[in-house]
């Protein structure tokens, strides 16, 4: 690993470490889930008069920071950092985490990788945050002029980039820091979120009750992993309601599952009301769904399971708004649509049924759709707002972001794989990615901008199993350091 200023010697525990790690142990301090970036927003406006550095924040709590060239770099084209401050605030059923208040508890395990308890950590995308604490503190690293940008609420929609103004920036040049596994984006994808509403209409029942739970799986980015064959928690259970339903009368009295529509839900609850004498057949269709979907899941999503539990209940949905219901939600669209015959491995057009939960009026179920075509984004709209009809449901649509289409040259990519071969000796791997990012709309704001992307190792983000490799932290902060040398 090259050295840097910014490098240290943790001399008790023996391991390199870098200020930037300093840095992300400071921002995991405050809550940084979407809409509640407000207090890390304010940390950073503090950080910047701290350190004599021009600082705006905007209505939103995105944060921009200037940095001036040092000497011999005034002539040099401005350099944008950026990345996005808020987290995506998921955590498992036992835990009581609070992410209105309560710091992320990070945990280091013995492979030299980090982890959060119960929760996800923030790596995506508080490596960012922590590489340009690091570089904007360092006094002696040698650089163009830089404005740093901190954007909020981008795991929601992007919502902060496309408040920024043009009018505060010069750079000709920026990199995303909202990237991983040590490679470099080539492009990204658009995306759109839709909200559907489908009235409950309870009645008081006086039957048996049953919750149905779908536990054990793993979960993952709406993007990233959508192409590899996880179970999705909401679906599954569309497809036992459909089963039950279509062998004995049931009536659905609730149903929650998933919290973030660009994350594939882990676990869902169901709430059913059904007559007694049914009981015995109620059980086994729902052991032998749980057999036939263990038999699809087996190799890539094997901790999948199925249970019940007695409920007492008092009042359900009607009996035809539940088959509607349950109709709906088998139909549904979900995951992969379609793969780029053009990029290996390429996922072109996807959706996730990522968030259902309801209450005694009505059930609402939040889509995340994603595609390198805007008009296919479109035509799944079109598409979603037909079966809503059919179905006389309501739909909206909200938070549409365009995505970042690949240009063959980009002369910051180049700069940026020869620094990671030269330090490394390794290629580094170029992959268009089917995650959205803020790089569409920076492209949209700047002046012809070349735009590049890396980051760190980091897995199963968008679950509480996100893990972080120290040592590619360190390792692709330095990388960094070298290519704004470069610049």
């Known amino acids: 690993m090259a050295s840097s200023s910014a490098t240290r010697i943790d001399a008790s525990e023996g391991e390199i470490m870098t200020r930037c790690y300093d840095f992300f142990k400071e921002t995991c301090k405050f809550p940084h889930g979407s809409y509640n970036e407000k207090q890390l927003s304010d940390y950073l406006v503090e950080f910047a008069k701290k350190n004599d550095l021009k600082v705006i924040q905007d209505d939103m709590f995105n944060v921009v920071i200037y940095k001036d060239a040092t000497p011999g770099y005034e002539d040099h084209d401005t350099l944008m950092l950026q990345a996005h401050m808020d987290m995506v605030d998921e955590k498992n059923k036992e835990s009581n985490h609070d992410f209105t208040k309560d710091p ?132 599954i259970m569309g497809r036992v309601l459909y089963h039950l339903q279509k062998a004995v009368d049931i009536r659905l009295v609730s149903i929650e599952g998933g919290s973030k529509d660009n994350a594939i839900p882990r676990e869902n609850d169901a709430v059913i009301a059904y007559d007694e004498k049914d009981h015995d057949q109620v059980l086994a269709i729902i052991k032998k769904q749980e057999e036939d979907i263990f038999a699809l899941l087996e190799f890539s999503d094997a901790g999948f399971k199925l249970s019940v539990e007695e409920e007492t209940v008092s009042q359900s949905m009607s009996k035809y708004n539940t088959k509607q219901f349950i109709r709906f939600l088998y139909l549904l669209p979900n995951g992969l649509i379609s793969k780029s015959m053009n990029i290996p491995g390429l996922t072109l057009t996807s959706l996730n049924v990522g968030v259902i939960s309801c209450n005694e009026v009505s059930i609402v179920i939040h889509l995340s759709l994603r595609s390198a075509y805007n008009e296919s984004i479109d035509e799944m709209t079109y598409s979603i707002k037909e079966l809503c009809d059919l179905f006389e449901y309501s739909m909206s649509t909200d938070s549409s972001y365009p995505g970042w289409r690949y240009k063959e040259i980009n002369p910051l990519r180049d700069v940026i794989c020869e620094t990671y071969k030269d330090m490394t000796g390794n290629e580094m791997e170029k992959v268009a990615a089917h995650g959205g990012n803020e790089c569409g709309i920076l492209e949209s704001i700047l002046d012809n901008p070349n735009i590049a992307n890396l980051g760190p190792c980091m897995k199963y983000i968008h679950t509480p199993q996100e893990t972080l490799q120290l040592e590619s932290f360190d390792r692709m902060y330095d990388v960094l350091v070298n290519v704004i040398k470069k610049l």
């Not at 980090?114 to 995506?124: V, Y």
């Not at 980039?161 to 990199?175: G, P, R, S």
């Not at 536990?215 to 993007?223: A, C, D, I, N, V």
């Not at 959508?226 to 179970?231: A, Q, S, T, Y």
Request: hydrophobic share 35%; charged share 25%.
């Open 104 to 235: 992320i508890e990070i945990i280091e395990m013995e492979d030299g990788w980090i982890k959060a308890n119960g929760t996800t950590l923030g790596a995506d995308d508080g490596i960012g945050t922590a590489y340009m604490l690091a570089i904007l503190e360092d006094k002696t690293l040698e650089h163009p002029a830089l404005e740093c940008v901190f954007t909020v609420q981008e795991e929601v929609g992007l919502f902060g980039a496309m408040n920024l103004k043009a009018e505060y920036f010069k750079a000709k040049n920026a990199i995303s820091l909202d990237g991983g596994d040590e490679k470099t984006l080539l492009s990204s994808a658009g995306g759109r979120r839709v909200e559907i509403k489908i009235p409950m209409g309870c009645q008081p029942v006086h039957t048996k009750g049953l919750r149905i739970m779908v536990r054990g799986l793993q979960g993952g980015h709406s993007g990233g992993s959508i192409d590899k064959e996880l179970g999705n928690s909401n679906k």
